[in-house]
């Protein structure tokens, strides 16, 4: 025996992910209306004489002058730069904060001995000990790098952490006893379970890591996007500046969108 639904069930089914599809447009689009305002009302400011380019250059002299720095090859070297220091501290620091949180969540002893310290680091200011990292390690690419690291760390660790706490304990027993061994536990459970707050972090470390570059490219760099900022501020040219400080923000978003779309593929299943 067969069912069919009636025409009016069918044109209703058709037209919901339709109407979904249209309000994420127009909810697309609205989002975009406040900073074209603000960009549009800057234009406006700059051409009138009420915002001296003394002070700050029109958002069409920026533009102009991004274009000269991408066909003269300035802007896309000194981005590569910034992106590197940023894909290695991160890396450092990443590594660190999970492999802690899983020892200090997995094991009572080894929650003692690394979750005070822990603890008692992360109120420290990270961006306030580069006097002693220059001292450290001198100023090469090294502090930089592990500036950023530092600041990666606590992040990942604080929630992968939160998240290896936040997993019943009678999932584990019953882990235990199918016969999982402890690697098992770690890929099957554990990881999943931690997962969700394991990308928030991750979140949050990413911005904090892109915030840590621009001062880590302070200290006697000669080449990334500070370098090109701080040459500019010598010559008082704030297009270069404002047009390195756009370049931040946009990767800053470009690798949060990238962990919202990791966070929506790998968290499906809540959906």
């Known amino acids: 025996m067969t069912f069919t639904l009636p025409a009016t069930d069918v044109a209703t089914t058709a037209k919901a992910p339709r109407s979904r599809r249209t309000t994420s447009r127009l909810s697309l689009l609205r989002r975009w209306v406040s900073p074209i305002a603000i960009v549009a009302l800057w234009q406006l400011a700059s051409s009138t004489g009420v915002l001296p380019e003394k002070k700050l250059q029109s958002p069409i002299t920026i533009a102009q002058t991004a274009i000269e720095l991408v066909r003269d090859g300035t802007l896309g070297s000194e981005t ?3 992106v590197q220091r940023v894909l290695l501290g991160f890396a450092i620091g990443a590594s660190i904060g999970i492999t802690l949180a899983t020892w200090a969540g997995l094991s009572r002893i080894a929650d003692d001995a690394i979750d005070p310290p822990m603890q ?14 220059i001292i450290w390690m001198g100023l090469g690419e090294t502090p930089k790098v592990a500036l950023i690291a ?4 606590f992040p990942l660790y604080l929630n992968t952490l939160g998240g290896i706490r936040s997993i019943d304990r009678k999932v584990l027993e019953a882990a235990g006893a199918m016969g999982l061994t402890r690697a098992q536990k770690i890929r099957h459970v554990v990881l999943p379970g931690a997962l969700p707050q394991a990308l928030i972090g991750l979140r949050q470390s990413l911005g904090i890591a892109w915030l840590t570059l621009i001062v880590a490219e302070t200290l006697s760099a000669r080449s990334g996007l500070g370098y090109m900022i701080n040459r500019a501020r010598d010559f008082l040219q704030t297009d270069v500046i404002v ?3 756009v370049v931040y923000s946009l990767l800053g978003l470009m690798t949060d969108l990238v962990v919202r779309l990791l966070e929506r593929k790998a968290l499906a299943w809540r959906s």
Not at 120 to 133: D, E
Request: glycine share 12%; no cysteine; aromatic share 4%.
């Open 80 to 82: 590569l730069v910034s």
């Open 120 to 133: 008692m680091l992360r109120t420290l200011p990270h961006l306030g000990l580069v006097p002693l990292f």
């Open 150 to 153: 530092l600041g990666v760390t």
């Open 243 to 245: 047009v390195g400080l």
